[in-house]
């Protein structure tokens, strides 16, 4: 079992950043992010591989989004600049041991944190 433990939402304005933080309670193959927003599905955000730092990002935070890990922490990271009203939702970390599992959607990800909430205001 993984656990994972996340820090970092909040509320900003529109074109401010907030970073978010995920830590494993231990090694995992690959990390990432999903999101929430009410009445909507799920959009899986960003992922990454921990073995070699490859990174996935959804259309929609291209440019604005930036991924990035600590591996010595077990540890995720994401960097979010230029929000817009749109990002807010409820963001969730994700983690998967095993890189078959790795290779789909982080929405079907085994492991998820508790979530956490970002508000952009306009």
């Known amino acids: 079992q993984v656990q994972l433990v996340e820090s970092g939402g909040g509320s900003v304005q529109a074109g401010g950043s907030l970073r978010l933080s995920c830590a494993a309670s231990?090694?995992?193959?690959?990390m990432g992010w999903f999101r929430q927003a009410p009445g909507k599905e799920r959009e899986g955000v960003a992922r990454l591989y921990t073995d070699d730092s490859y990174t996935i990002y959804a259309d929609s935070v291209k440019g604005r989004f930036t991924i990035s890990q600590d591996n010595a922490k077990n540890t995720q990271y994401l960097q979010m600049n230029s929000l817009k009203p749109e990002d807010t939702a409820i963001y969730y970390c994700a983690a998967d041991l095993t890189m078959p599992r790795c290779v789909g959607s982080v929405i079907t990800y085994n492991y998820r944190g508790q979530g956490t909430q970002v508000t952009v205001s306009s």
């Open positions: 231990g090694k995992v193959s690959c």
